[in-house]
């Protein structure tokens, strides 16, 4: 047993009664001169959240003394949320908060726990056990004897103070980069130095470089990883291609939107006897992303690529992602294949991995292949070549889909918003954009490699990384079926134990109503979020038992991993010591993928609205048809056609006074009984748009929604 096992099993004992550092030393017999060492493992302990340092400095154990681990988030001076881990969410009250930031690890104690979706349990946050933001873009003030800093981000309110020694003035009113070099103690300002100076705010593309500052991105590589992405030259040689199957003169073809840049998936198709024999050709990035080395250890940091508006924070350099990885038309290419043999009615019967060498002889775009399969006449010529293979992937695609349904898959089709930007990166048109065949197309062939890949790697019983989706808790199907009932729609399925046909046929039901955004919405909130797990947990949204992602190893870690995986098994074989170090591995890669994830996705949604707020302060004043999408008791949200939510204040509805009825979610007049409810349809006209604090306001034009 290792040292840190040892001592935290002595704590976590029956017989254990909180001690300080001396008299732990006493009981174990330590020596003097390994205290600093005892002293740093139990620091780990403490900022692993395992135990706890009270306040006469004595050490107990967080489990069973009404702690637990979390990370804490602001909401600005009014209040706070502890999540955990397992995503349990606890309400902090300020006078509670002892200290945190936003982001930061803290230790709760557990106030009140109340089960129930619609209300929230308390905590109170007894310490703060690493700080989350190490550091935050914002404003540069300069002042005579020293400066500060004002965060952009609303969540951290308080101002970051600048020594006069690290003080550049030169900076005064620019946005800039500060790194958190201190943290305070009680209630004073944390302390930082400047690490970066971004430039004016009205200077192209300042706004976003700040957000990539919050978030930690940085399109920029190390010199170190550039250079070994370059020294593999920019074409297959023929050394690399022994012992791979050839597959150059098959007739195989990308399939990606307009604007793509990188291409991880290529697909081929024929017709069988008995079926169809479908080709998913995926990039080999092992080849060139070697284990530990300088590529690999960047990619496991990034762990995956960002996309902002106008810009892209790739996980491995445009050399790989956009060339020798990529698999671009007419070129060679290294690949990871998964061949799957279906019958006639799209069920998989036979499938086999292999590594290959392939030459993609189209790059088609969703908007041709879609045109194709509804029948373009020009685009069917253009593309005489393909299109039988696209009509015969089609017949596949609808069986594959049409098998994914019947088990209960729950399939949402949110649009996308899309913002279109100027030379200067400035906002200038928003557009909803909607999943055509092509994409469909694409999403049940790579769907079907996952499965493939997860099921082989699970029967295998090899350490593995799977794309997990839980089932949601009763309390919150409960409160999901109760919002549903009031609108007039049934859930009929097992509360205690859900399946997601269930939630599929609400979905079906409700479709075409006034009520399918709000009432689909609030199902993806009932839902658990999906992530990463070197458990196969089963994915419960899309009804499979085994899945994983295996199909986007340019842009996803946890692909790239699962590849080096694969091939060592089929090439040579786990020996016991390789697989018990790729256990420990596979959880960690696991974990930290699923916090890139959120953190990518944090970063991509606060970017986007603030474009959207910048668009729409080009609009104020102008006229606009708009759904109401929530109602809360301070506004009304409603949202365009093209796709963009505002906030209409209860403030501005100055024709009563409206009164909130929880229990419906609608305004409701209390002279005049006018009321609002989600899904009605309005003119609004937009207020105001503050693009640095990502926020939109709308009234309504006198004489909607008169009765």
Known sequence: MKRKEKIFSFISSDEYNPMNIKEIMNILCVPKDARIELECILNELEAEGKIY??????????????????????????????????????????????????????????????????????????????????????????????????????????????????????????????KITKWPDKNESPSGVIEQILGFEYEKDVDIKCIMAQYGLTPEFPSKVELSALAFGDRVYDEEIEGREDYTDHLIFTIDGEDAKDFDDAVEIEKTQNGYRLGVHIADVTYYVSENCALDIEARKRGTSVYLPGVVVPMLPTHLSNGLCSLNPNCDRLALSVIMDFDANGKIVAHEIKESIINSKYRMTYDDVDAIIKGDKEKQEKYAELKDAIATMNELRLKLKSNRMSRGSIDFDFPEVRLTLDANGKAVNAYKVYSNDAQSLIEEFMLAANVCVAQQMYWAELPFIYRVHEKPSYEKINAFAKFAAQFGFAYKGNRDNPHPGAFADMLSKIKGSSKELMISKFMLRSLMKAKYSEENLGHFGLAFEHYCHFTSPIRRYPDLVIHRIIKEHIKYGLTPNRQKFLSGFVKKAAKSSSEAEINAMEAQREATDMKKAEYMAQKIGEKFHATISSITSFGIFAETDFGIEGLISVRDLDDDYYEYDEKTLTLIGKHTSKIYAIGDELTIKVKRADSKHKEIDFIIESGDNDE
Do not use: W
Request: aromatic letters at 12%; glycine letters at 10%.
């Open 53 to 178: 340092k009270n306040s006469k400095n004595k050490y107990q154990p967080v489990e069973g003394s009404g702690f637990i681990k979390g990370t804490y988030y602001s909401k600005g001076k009014a209040y706070g949320f502890v999540v955990t881990d397992d995503g349990e969410k606890y309400f902090v009250n300020p006078a509670k908060v002892n200290g945190a930031y936003d982001k930061d690890s803290v230790l709760l104690k557990v106030m009140r726990k109340i089960k129930s979706s619609d209300k929230c349990s308390e905590g109170s946050i007894v310490k703060v056990l690493a700080h989350g933001m190490q550091r935050i873009s914002g404003t540069y003030h300069q002042g005579k004897n020293f400066a500060f800093v004002t965060a952009d981000s609303k969540s951290f309110q308080t101002d970051i103070y600048i020594a006069k020694k690290h003080c550049k003035p030169e900076a005064d009113g620019q946005k800039v980069v500060v």
